[in-house]
């Protein structure tokens, strides 16, 4: 069971800060008027596959051993 908590602790640390990065930038965009139509279809596009991308990351993180993530 503790294997499992490294794994997902891991995955879910590197979720959060990819979310506060992209919430950053969007903020940083909006603030200085460059946020148009165009440029949050693009971001949504690619916070999809972001999302996608974790998904079929964590089938392959699950079936990894916890040592790899230890330091």
Known sequence: ???DLVKDAFLATEAASSLAVYGATVTAFHRFGALLS??????????GSIMADTLCA???V???S???FRV
């Not at 165009?38 to 916070?47: E, M, N, Q, S, V």
């Open 1 to 3: 069971m503790t294997d």
């Open 38 to 47: 165009h440029i949050i279809a693009r971001r949504l596009i690619t916070g």
């Open 58 to 60: 964590h089938s392959i």
């Open 62 to 64: 699950a079936g990894m």
């Open 66 to 68: 916890a040592n790899i």
